[in-house]
T-cell receptor, first 110, second 114 residues
Framework: TQLLEQSPQFLSIQEGENLTVYCNSS?????LQWYRQEPGEGPVLLVTVVTGGEVKKLKRLTFQFGDARKDSSLHITAAQPGDTGLYLC??????????WGAGTKLIIKP | KAGVTQTPRYLIKTRGQQVTLSCSPISGHRSVSWYQQTPGQGLQFLFE???????NKGNFPGRFSGRQFSNSRSEMNVSTLELGDSALYLC?????????????FGSGTRLTVV
């Protein structure tokens, strides 16, 4: 059974602080996606990373795919209350199946 | 363009009943996937349909079924509802499916079984 482990599971920080969320696996993925989900809504795709070592930036969010394509990280600079939500990573395995992490619940306090 | 539309948004059913949920994907998207989301289990894959054919299926009992119509709209059905079926059911569409291009999710149907 393939697993995608996200850490931390829960994070509560003050506005303006920086944070990093990790997504790790022993399996290789052809691509990895990050989503943000707000309460009562469906996840919204933030980014897809495909190439090992790839770095993508989305305003204050920086996404990195590990060189071996087994892990990824999401770094948020100067977090704002609007960043609050559940962050989910999902990797596409060799059978084209989407493997989901359990999510990181992020709360940014004003 | 319109997003993924799921109906109804909220549903309360009694144990033993059956329920049908509907999903209209983004125009042009041929792949529709269904997920069950609960606080304890996270996102659990139910099944994926592509061009009216079920392409993948998760580890759920046969009480959970689905179908896709020629216009790509999809329905999922849960028969003989159990209390543990209470969850947020999410539908996601994509152009080709198989994960690589990312999915667009609907807002979900919140099912409560009492």
């Amino acid at each position: 059974t393939q697993l995608l482990e996200q850490s931390p599971q829960f994070l509560s920080i003050q506005e303006g602080e920086n944070l990093t969320v990790y997504c790790n696996s022993s399996s290789v993925f052809s691509s990895l996606q990050w989503y943000r989900q707000e309460p009562g809504e469906g996840p919204v795709l933030l980014v897809t990373v495909v190439t090992g070592g790839e770095v993508k930036k989305l305003k204050r969010l920086t996404f990195q795919f590990g060189d071996a394509r087994k892990d990824s990280s999401l770094h948020i600079t100067a977090a704002q209350p609007g960043d609050t939500g559940l962050y989910l990573c999902a990797g596409v395995d060799s059978n084209y199946q989407l493997i989901w992490g359990a999510g990181t619940k992020l709360i940014i306090k004003p | 363009k319109a997003g993924v539309t799921q109906t109804p948004r909220y549903l309360i059913k009694t144990r033993g009943q059956q329920v049908t949920l509907s999903c209209s994907p983004i125009s042009g998207h041929r792949s529709v996937s269904w997920y069950q989301q609960t606080p304890g289990q996270g996102l659990q894959f139910l099944f994926e349909y592509f061009s009216e054919t079920q392409r993948n299926k998760g580890n759920f009992p046969g009480r959970f079924s689905g179908r896709q119509f020629s216009n790509s709209r999809s329905e999922m059905n849960v028969s003989t509802l159990e209390l543990g079926d209470s969850a947020l059911y999410l539908c996601a569409s994509s152009t080709l499916g198989q994960g690589n291009y990312g999915y667009t999710f609907g807002s979900g149907t919140r099912l409560t079984v009492v």
